[in-house]
Nanobody
Framework: QVQLVESGGGLAQAGGSLRLSCAASGRTFETYTMNWFRQAPGKEREFVATISGSGDSTTYADSVKGRFTISRDNAKNTMYLQMNSLKVEDTAVYYC?????????WGQGTQVTVSS
C-alpha cells in the first residue's frame, strides 16, 4: 500500500513558477513509475509527465514540454514537478500517481491556479 500526498499548489501569475511535491509512504518507492496528471474544471483528467523508477527516463505531454520538469528523490520518497512559464490554461487540480504493473495509487490532488 502506498499513500501519496501532494503539496505546493497555489496561485501564480502567468509567466510565473510553482513547484509541486508528492510525498510517498512505504519502502518500495523506487519500484514505482511516478506520474503527474491534472484535471481542469469540466475536463477529463489528463497526463502531464512521467518518470521511471530510477529517474533516468522522463516523458512529457506536448502542452507542458519545455516548461515543466519532473524529478524524483528516491532517498526522500518524493517526486517533484517544477512548473515554469505558467499559463492560464495550466489551471487545474494536479494529482500524483504511482504505478506498478496494474496497481495504481493516487494522491488527493493540489489546486494550481494561474491568473492572467
Amino acid at each position: 500500500q502506498v499513500q501519496l500526498v501532494e503539496s505546493g499548489g497555489g496561485l501564480a501569475q502567468a509567466g510565473g513558477s510553482l513547484r509541486l511535491s508528492c510525498a510517498a509512504s512505504g519502502r518500495t518507492f523506487e519500484t514505482y513509475t511516478m506520474n503527474w496528471f491534472r484535471q481542469a474544471p469540466g475536463k477529463e483528467r489528463e497526463f502531464v509527465a512521467t518518470i521511471s523508477g530510477s529517474g533516468d527516463s522522463t516523458t512529457y505531454a506536448d502542452s507542458v514540454k519545455g516548461r515543466f520538469t519532473i524529478s524524483r528523490d528516491n532517498a526522500k520518497n518524493t517526486m517533484y514537478l517544477q512548473m515554469n512559464s505558467l499559463k492560464v490554461e495550466d489551471t487545474a487540480v494536479y494529482y500524483c500517481n504511482a504505478k506498478l504493473w496494474l496497481i495504481n495509487y493516487w494522491g488527493q490532488g493540489t489546486q494550481v491556479t494561474v491568473s492572467s
